[in-house]
């Protein structure tokens, strides 16, 4: 089969060295099979998500000699696309309003899951048409789908057998946001599936998100792409990078560092060479492979502190 890998960069500020990693490992292993390499901009949340900040991340992208294929997908030019996989949900009998504030979804009574997420409760899921009328009066309701008391499960390229039981796991999810913008968890699969993407790499913060993505697959009539998520980047500390982390942001970086010193350190960092030396992204193709990427957080190269 035709690899196509992706980089769906979220343009809310400048790349960091999380992101360069990611854009680095999806490029390598899409051009190590001599497949093809898209990019998506997921700007949905056009307020948080300017244009100009896209066009950073083209040009970071261009910096660091990670070139991509074909057109750049803009999800903010993709409401109608989106709306039609909506319908299908609707259609199916899966959907339904949500009226829940924020503060009311972090109050209910609902288990904690140990990363943090909060399982939604259920509240919204059985009102009456005439509640639903009756509460539209005063709020916008987001869009939540039913989910099955179902497990999905998938190998995940780095990190293996991963499963999930969606209502223990996340509950009932949004799919629309109350102001209308299309949730991640919709678009992601939508676009990754319409673009004929194989292959999704990403950080692993995300890989409980992945088996929500591999249920819309299905319902979709998609077949899934494979998943390989990244380990992530941590300081001596262990503490995880963040995009708060904007000393370490590529606005900065390339004033102190050439890319090659970048990619050379991040690819060491990653198990995919034995030293830091500086070294051109497509320098690093011919010696790639997961096998190599370990299953632990990656320890940030000493260079950039
Ligand atoms: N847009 C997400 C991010 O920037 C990545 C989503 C994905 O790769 O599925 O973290």
């Known amino acids: 089969m035709h690899t196509i890998g992706r980089f769906a960069p979220s343009p809310s ?11 680095l490992l999806a490029w390598l292993s899409a051009r190590k099979q001599g497949g093809q390499y898209l990019l998506r901009i997921e700007d949905l949340d056009t307020m948080r998500c300017p244009r100009s900040y896209a066009e950073l991340i083209l040009d970071d992208l261009h910096w660091l000699g990670l070139d991509w294929d074909g057109e750049i997908l803009y999800q903010s030019e993709r409401t109608t696309v989106y709306e039609r996989y909506e319908s299908m949900l609707r259609d199916k009998g899966l959907l339904y309003p949500c009226f829940c504030s924020r503060a009311a979804l ?3 009574s609902a288990p904690h899951l140990s990363d943090g997420r909060v399982v939604y409760a259920g509240t919204c899921r059985d009102l009456t048409p005439d509640e639903v009328a009756e509460r539209r009066k005063t ?3 987001a869009i939540r789908v ?3 008391d179902e497990e999905i499960c998938f190998t995940d390229g780095v990190f293996g057998v991963y499963c999930e039981n969606l209502s223990d796991a996340c509950g009932d999810f949004i799919i629309r946001r109350s102001d209308g913008v299309f949730a991640y968890q ?3 699969v ?3 599936a319409l673009s004929g993407v194989t ?3 990403r950080g692993a913060d995300l890989i409980s998100s992945t088996p ?4 819309l697959h299905r319902l979709f009539g998609f077949m899934p792409p494979a998943f390989v998520h990244i380990p992530l980047l941590c300081d001596h500390d262990g503490r995880r990078l963040s995009k708060r982390d904007d000393d370490l942001d590529l606005g900065l970086l390339r004033q102190r560092f050439a890319p090659e010193q970048i990619i050379g350190a991040l690819a060491c960092a990653a198990g995919l060479t034995d030293s830091p030396e500086p070294v051109a992204a497509d320098g690093l193709i011919a010696g790639f492979s997961w096998e190599k990427i370990p299953r632990r957080d990656l320890l940030l190269p000493d260079a950039f502190y």
Not at 13 to 23: E, I, Q, T, Y
Not at 212 to 215: A, K, L, S, V
């Open 186 to 188: 919709l678009s992601v």
């Open 199 to 201: 292959e999704v790499v």
């Open 146 to 148: 039913r989910v099955p």
């Open 13 to 23: 500020g400048r790349m960091h060295l999380g992101n360069v990693l990611c854009a």
């Open 139 to 141: 709020r916008a309701p």
């Open 190 to 192: 939508v676009d990754d």
């Open 212 to 215: 929500r993505q591999i249920w």
């Open 106 to 108: 972090h109050a209910a």
